[in-house]
T-cell receptor
């Protein structure tokens, strides 16, 4: 049973560019959350998708947007990249909303470097 | 706003000794407190969690305690082993959120053989 998979694992962009990161949740999970982890910091909640809609959002600007597909996979898009967007972007999936076990299953992340 | 403070930022212990990491949260509505372990190049992995209706929970060498009144919770690792070396994060649920957590800044634990 594959866990949470993310792509790409590493990428380098320049300021002002746009980036798309992808995530496939763990089998049986329908809720996907995205977190940003700056170097030496804890993960920060960006937003969460369920039933193809953004359900919850953290304190991130509109440059950060996302999408969830019918197969529960998800994308994170960041426009007009800033140097400060350099971070590890973590995708986490969780079981069906009704289960609410609390546990998030994280992928290994996509490390974004903005030059 | 919501905040979770975590201490210490780094911790070195001899193999076989115990390690304790402490966190404080600000939102009295938080009711779920997970602990995650992150190894180099990996995503965080849940190691233990506790809900607000419980004061202590233990799983083999790992235990978590919660003091709701003081808004403190702690991770205790006994009989540490080199493979326990990693970064540990505490987290607290956010008011009105589902699977939405605020994380501490992490503790880098080194277990010296």
């Amino acid at each position: 049973d594959a866990g949470v998979t993310q792509s790409p694992t590493h990428l380098i962009k320049t300021r002002g560019q746009q980036v798309t990161l992808r995530c496939s949740p763990k089998s049986g999970h329908d809720t996907v959350s995205w977190y940003q982890q700056a170097l030496g910091q804890g993960p920060q909640f960006i937003f969460q998708y369920y039933e193809e809609e953004e359900r919850q959002r953290g304190n991130f600007p509109d440059r950060f947007s996302g999408h969830q597909f019918p197969n529960y996979s998800s994308e994170l898009n960041v426009n007009a990249l800033l140097l400060g967007d350099s971070a590890l972007y973590l995708c986490a999936s969780s079981p069906l909303a009704g289960a609410n076990t609390g546990e998030l299953f994280f992928g290994e992340g996509s490390r974004l470097t903005v030059l | 706003g919501e905040n979770v403070e975590q201490h210490p930022s780094t911790l070195s212990v001899q193999e076989g000794d115990s390690a304790v990491i402490k966190c404080t949260y600000s939102d009295s509505a938080s009711n779920y407190f997970p602990w995650y372990k992150q190894e180099l190049g990996k995503g965080p992995q849940l190691i233990i969690d506790i809900r607000s209706n419980v004061g202590e929970k233990k799983d083999q060498r790992i235990a978590v305690t919660l003091n709701k009144t003081a808004k403190h919770f702690s991770l205790h690792i006994t009989e540490t082993q080199p493979e326990d070396s990693a970064v540990y994060f505490c987290a607290a649920s956010i008011r009105g959120g589902t699977y939405k957590y605020i994380f501490g800044t992490g503790t880098r634990l080194k277990v010296l053989a």
